[in-house]
């Protein structure tokens, strides 16, 4: 989970207001708690704050995730290794041609992706743990060589 | 009566031996900046089971010498990730593990990179900076 | 889809977002791919006796250097194309110099026996398909080739292990640390002391014969087990095997003869090791430590760390390669006193004290060409974006016009 200070730190701090909030310290509030969403500040969509933007998302998506389901994934532990890609039950179901038998996943409907050296987590409804016929399952954590999979 | 004796004693020298290893982490800061901070804080360190520490007094955190007839550093002590039975000690393969390993392979050619003796002790000195293990 | 060079799996299914010729985002390559394709900070520019210079000028002095030199050395190779390796053991010849790689002090004396075909080895998609029992010994797959387990040899479902591996696959780690890769194998790491690979070989091999091992006898008859039962099984021998029997390799040899079902994979790091190892071995029937002289003569004192110990060499070409960084700071100092040419991508410690520097293409980045997998296979590398860095081979070509 980041902290208010690194999502400020990235924030282009001119307290502009656009976002609608009165400080960026205080739309770093905001983007943590998720009552904002990044693109609200305009600004930070111009060219030049690229690279923070980037990593803003990065820093937001494992909230994002934790948020609707309780997984969250640590990306500064990932090492992008693809166990769980290939493990997860779901990319198994939905990718037989592709994650299943150990390849980059071939379509969207995957769980787990591997972006630039780390894995990104989507359709985190699919899971298992959700859902009517849930099941505890473990198969992402326990392939997972250095804990960057968490469920909360 | 006055004479606090400890003062003058060396700090205590332990035999060790060292093993080393890849790090995924350390690997990468390796690709973007052999010379970066992130490669140093990662390869100046020596990974220490708990019950070595203890049984060395040492924490996590304190600066140790590493000394052997084929060099001497100051790394940083750390602990393992997992549990460790002890007797031996962890480094990452690097620039300062490497200043440690003696040259003679017995005629095969290959050095033990992974099999190191020397000697361990605490100070108070700065890590052993990259240029010094470059300069000759 | 382009192969990452980050490790000697050479993944070929890596998606490189470029924009305005530069990649932006790389999806499915590892932590260590993605540093690969990202690149490195400094980058290596030209010079001789460390004042800037162009191209062309460095790479004159080098021919000059080398062509001057009594016993030059030809050094690196395992980052480089077999392209560049095949240009490389030409001018070695040319030159009657010697020719070395980091195999000398790693993989090579296992990778010799493989290709002596000493061993039963195997493909990566034998194991995806077969494999049943894998045995990672001294060998930590998930940090030095992060896909390792999951592209190929643990988790991915293959034709005879459709079930997934819990049901169909078992994973065994052999080890002195409790690496990650020994994390996954959870119930099946066996912990070693540092140099008890022998003990444990010598005691498997009696287990297998019928004989009671001589100690942790529960343990290793339990191990020895699962090993009879393979269908399909793999050793995984990385360089915590090897250096710990690098006297007696032929121990290993004996318990895969008592192992019917069992195949030996080397664990290679860097990307084309493997490479150079079968390009010299096709032509000179050795794997590495030649020196040319009319014809193909091995001897251990050509090794890298024996000829800089030994002060047996007066000019080093290193190729892909950080000695400084990577062996005893013991021999460096000969290594300091002598001329040394660079051609890197990248500033390296050898680079730093050069006489020559020439920066080089990243092969697999911005430069093609083609190497082998640590299993042999020959895979096609990409050129993903264009400028104006030579290639390795291009740079010896050069080197060697005037030679
Ligand atoms: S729009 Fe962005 S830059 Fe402007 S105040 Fe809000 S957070 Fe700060
Ligand atoms: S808990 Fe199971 S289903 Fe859910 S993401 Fe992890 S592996 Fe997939
Ligand atoms: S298993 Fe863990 S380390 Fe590997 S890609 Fe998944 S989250 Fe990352
Ligand atoms: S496993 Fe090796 S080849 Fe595959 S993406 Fe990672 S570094 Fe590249």
Known sequence: MPTVMELYQLLPKTNCKKCGESTCMAFAVALLSRKKNISECTPILEGSFKKQKEKLESLLLPTAGAEETGMIVHPELCTGCGNCVVACPVDVANDPKGAAIGCAPTNDKVIFRVVDGKVIASNIKECRRFGKNRVLCYACIDPCPTGAIEFV | MGIDVGKFLKAPEYDIRITTYRDIFQIEALEQDRFGEEYKKLSAAVMMGKSDMDKM???????????????????????????????????????????????????????????????????????????????? | MVTCTGCALLCEDIDAVVENNRIKETRNACRRGAAKFRGCKNRLTPSVNKKQTDVDASIKKAAELLKTAKSPMLFGWSNSTCEAQAKGIQAAKKLNAIIDDTSSFCQGILIEKVLRKKFRT???????????????????????????????????????????????????????????????????????????????????????SGKVPAYDTKRILELANILKKAEFGVIFAGIGLTYSIKDELDILVALTDRLSNFHILPMVGHYNMRGFNENLFKETGFVNRVRFDGKAVHDNKYAIVEALRQKAIDALLVVGSDPLSSLPRSVLPHLAAIPVICIDP??????????????????????????????????????????????????????????
């Open chain 3, 346 to 403: 990248c500033v390296t410690l050898t680079s730093k004290i050069a006489t020559v520097t020439i920066p080089a293409a990243v092969s697999g980045v911005e430069s093609g060409g083609s190497a082998v997998r640590m299993d042999g296979r020959v895979i096609e590398l990409s050129k993903v974006v264009e400028n104006n860095y030579l290639s390795d081979a291009e740079i010896l070509a050069r080197m060697m016009e005037g030679a």
């Open chain 3, 122 to 208: 195997c493909s990566l998609e034998d194991i995806r398909n077969q494999a049943d029992v894998l045995v990672y010994w001294g060998s930590d797959a998930q940090d030095s080739e992060p896909r390792h387990l999951s592209r190929f040899s643990y988790f991915p479902r293959g034709e005879a292990r459709q079930r997934g591996y819990e049901e169909d696959r078992t994973a065994i780690a052999i080890d002195v640390r409790e690496s990650n890769t020994a994390k996954i194998c959870k119930g099946h790491f066996y912990r070693i002391p540092l140099k008890g690979d022998r003990e444990l070989i010598l005691a498997l091999t009696d287990a297998l």
């Open chain 2, 57 to 136: 007094g040492f924490k996590a955190g304190d600066r140790a010498r590493l000394t052997n007839n084929n060099g001497s550093i100051v790394v940083e002590v750390r602990a393992t990730r997992r549990e460790e039975p002890g007797g031996i000690v962890f480094m990452m393969n690097s620039p300062w593990s490497n200043s440690l390993v003696s040259d003679d392979t017995r005629g095969n050619g290959i050095p033990e990179f992974k099999n190191i003796s020397c000697r361990i002790s605490l100070t108070k000195e700065d890590i052993t900076p990259l240029e010094k293990l470059i300069a000759f």
